[in-house]
């Protein structure tokens, strides 16, 4: 099954091409959505096949490249389309097409209906396609074509409803916009990817990688490029300074943001951080200042999660400060505990979305959550899964969320320190306090909708079948990797499986220190006393108390407006960059270097052209005799020119 | 009496002058024509004239190559002046300037 791994990544390929260029023949939604999620769900079941394979295999050769065939060769760069099967892409993959896989079954019955049903599924299977690219790739090269192929599949997927309104503009610009923020960090990319080839003259993983251990490159050099690779990191994966587009790309519909925007995509930019965790380890600057902004962006999204009322926009800000929390881990060095958060926030931030869409759903596409409540009654099945990931992301034991996050604090406190921690802790908390804001205004108290007009209703078994096996996934998929602390001697598997990718790096970073268990037990017990706190200040406030709610809104006028308007940070950009580069480009580039010079050259050059041509033209009298004299006169010059030089 | 090479190469100028000038200022087309032919000719005789001077007979050669392609040469150029006159009603080449700006 490692052999066929190249039909995991192009049967989604095959997948887009069918239902792209038959799609508008084929008609039948049944057929569609059975090419669109079968494809997935075959990539799945080989992905599965070489999980099984590679665990059967010796530790020390897990590892195992496909090579497809050689992409280009110019002097010493050697690009091959080949991909690296090991522990780590394949975690990647399992979750890639596992999740994908759930949510194209269910996106048959969300987006029944629609006009461009066929179009939608041709873009979810490229978008696999894509990814499955970036993950699976040996090499910076196909791993940036994937990088790029996702990022476009986002932008058609965000504007996928094109004509339809989106806050104050269309949803096209919101896809536009996620477009161009990501297009910032991918130029960090690229130059830290020129900088890789200057300094190690490959970019293969494994040669890079080798070759950054062996060869003598001064620390500043490592620095620059995994700085450079971290500032794509943050345009894929939303972090401060260029999170802004995640919000908005929640104009797209909801299972997009579920796969894309929640599980899949933004994961990337972590995953790019743990593939290349070796040249992070030389560059502990580095290792710092991604812990920090991730750490920074765990808070600051959560804060603004807080006052949201649309609930796509609440999971999207749970979404940016979730992938905090991950970056924090890498920077923290527990690279193996980032991505195990990545896997369980996959699986319970998708549940979240498609509960999210099971709900906006049944209440016409109404989105804001003040205008929910007591849904519970109305859908039990969307209740229940629902409730499951909210305790997962809360970090309730023993859903997963709790054994994903507690590692990263631990890890966090152990290699970073106490500020830290308390800032994961914090968080923490908010993330229960908001979830449950979100739970008990949706589902609990009275509706605060006219139920004579509305008539909620449980969704199709299309949808609600993928929401029972995510909330499965979000319930029990924690215990692969269980703290060593639980488990004793046979320690954490899922560290213990990623262990060999993650090995070199861990052995450059080194941190010691001794941490009793007694420290362990109380920082979990504090971190899980959090969480039910804001769950029950949560339950208190909306609950019981709804006065105080609006009591706090009123005291804290200030603070609320604020984070209301999520720190005012698009109006930031918009005052210091987007518009003085608009501004400056219409007046200068357009109406003056464009207008007057580029034209001008253009113009001129005509101009000129004409005005020598009507001069010269007046030889040309049409009188034969007239050109014969001048032939003639031209030959008596050339007679004297060859007797005068003999 | 042998007579002297320079004769014939001057009568063979002559003939040539004759030929552009009459090209260069006659305003019939068969006139400018039968210019070029005395043009040719004249050449034809310069070949002639080197050829018995020098013993040797490729210019005689040359000059049945250069006969045949003045003939070919006078037919079409002659159909030409034809089909001109057909259009125009006239010869004269002053007034026929149409390949112009």
């Known amino acids: 099954m490692i052999d066929l791994i190249y039909l995991a990544v192009f049967l989604p390929l095959l997948g887009f091409l069918i239902n792209g260029i038959f799609g508008t023949k084929i008609k039948n939604e049944k057929v569609i959505g059975l090419i669109g999620s079968g494809a997935i769900g075959i990539s799945f079941l080989i992905v599965v096949g070489a999980f099984f394979e590679t665990l059967a295999l010796p530790v020390d050769q897990r590892t195992n490249f496909v090579n497809l065939f050689t992409w280009m060769k110019v002097g010493s760069l050697d690009v091959s389309f080949a991909y690296q099967v090991d522990q780590l892409s394949l975690v990647m993959a399992l ?39 970036l993950i699976m790739a040996d090499n910076f090269v196909l791993m940036f ?33 996620a477009f161009v923020v990501n297009r910032i960090g991918d130029v960090g990319f690229l130059l830290a990817m020129f900088l890789i080839y200057l300094f190690f003259d490959s970019l293969k993983f494994s040669e890079v990688f080798s070759r950054a251990v062996s060869l003598d490159v001064p620390g500043h050099i490592f620095m620059l490029i995994t700085l450079l690779l971290f500032v794509g990191a943050t345009g894929k994966s939303a972090q401060i300074p260029l999170f802004v587009w995640l919000p908005d790309a929640m104009a797209g519909p909801t299972p997009v943001s579920a796969l894309i925007h929640a599980a899949t995509m933004v994961t990337a930019g972590v995953y790019m951080v743990a593939r290349t965790s ?25 804060t603004i999660g807080l006052v949201q009322n649309d609930i796509k926009k609440v999971l999207a800000y749970s979404t940016i400060s979730q992938l905090g929390y991950m970056f924090l881990a890498m920077g923290a060095g527990a690279f193996s505990a980032g991505i195990f958060h990545l896997m369980t926030h996959a699986f319970f931030k998708a549940l979240l979305f498609l509960g999210a869409g099971s709900i906006i759903h049944a209440m016409h596409e109404q989105q804001d959550i003040q205008h929910y409540g007591g849904l519970k009654k109305y859908m039990p099945i969307t209740y229940g899964t629902f409730l499951v990931a909210a305790m997962a992301i809360s970090g309730i034991p023993p859903f997963s969320g709790f054994f994903s996050k507690d590692e990263i604090l631990w890890f966090s406190y152990t290699n970073l320190g106490f500020v830290f ?32 007009q509305t008539y909620p209703h449980e969704s199709p078994k299309l949808m609600t079948v993928p929401l029972i096996v995510l909330a499965v996934l979000s319930a029990i998929g924690g215990f692969i990797g269980i703290p060593e602390i639980f488990s004793g001697a046979h320690g954490n ?31 979990m017990a504090i971190s899980v006393a959090g969480a ?22 009123k005291k804290f006028k200030l603070i609320y407006t604020t984070l209301w308007n999520k720190y005012y940070v698009d109006e930031v950009y918009d005052a210091t960059v987007i518009n003085p580069i608009v501004n400056s480009s219409r007046s200068f580039l357009w109406k003056m270097f464009d207008n007057k010079i580029i034209d001008g050259l253009v113009n001129g050059l005509a101009r000129s052209v004409g005005d020598v041509s009507s001069l010269i033209r007046k030889m040309q009298t049409g009188i034969v005799q007239s050109y014969a004299l001048v032939m003639m006169i031209g030959i008596l010059l050339a007679l004297f020119w060859i007797i005068l030089s003999l | 009496m042998q007579i002297q090479i320079e004769y014939y190469l001057i009568l063979s100028a002559a003939l040539f002058i004759t030929g552009v000038v009459g090209v260069l200022i006659r305003r019939n087309a068969i006139i400018v024509f039968m210019s070029i032919e005395l043009m040719l000719n004249s050449a034809n005789l310069t070949l002639v004239t080197f050829s018995s001077y020098l013993g040797n007979s490729i210019g005689q050669i040359f000059v049945f190559f250069v006969m045949a392609v003045a003939a070919a040469e006078a037919a079409i150029g002659l159909a030409i002046i034809i089909a001109l006159f057909r259009n125009k009603l006239t010869v004269n080449l002053d007034e026929i300037n149409i390949f112009k700006w």
């Open chain 1, 532 to 553: 039910l706190g804001g769950i029950l200040g949560a339950a208190y406030i909306y609950i019981k108390r709804p006065s105080i709610a609006v009591n706090t809104v």
């Open chain 1, 493 to 523: 598997s899922f560290h213990t499986w990623l262990s060999p990718i993650f090995k070199s790096a861990e052995l450059k970073l080194s941190y010691y220190g001794a941490h009793s268990h007694f420290e362990e037990y109380l920082l």
């Open chain 1, 145 to 177: 074509l994937g990088w790029e192929g996702v990022g476009l599949c986002s932008y058609l997927l965000i504007g996928f409803w094109y004509d339809k309104d989106f806050e104050k503009s269309t949803t096209s610009a919101a896809g536009l916009k």
């Open chain 1, 278 to 302: 070796v040249l992070y380890a030389m560059a502990p600057t580095t290792m710092m200042i991604v812990a920090v902004i991730g750490v920074f962006t765990a808070f600051f999204a959560a």
């Open chain 1, 95 to 133: 979750v890639v097409t596992g999740v994908g896989f759930i949510i194209h079954v269910y996106s048959i019955g969300y987006m029944h209906g629609d006009k461009a049903f066929w179009r939608f599924f041709a873009y979810l299977n490229l978008f696999i396609f894509a990814m499955m690219n």
């Open chain 1, 421 to 452: 921690w308390l800032i994961g802790v914090l968080t923490a908390i908010m993330t229960a306090f908001y979830m449950f804001r979100l739970y008990f205004l949706t589902f609990d108290g009275k509706p605060r909708f006219d139920e004579k």
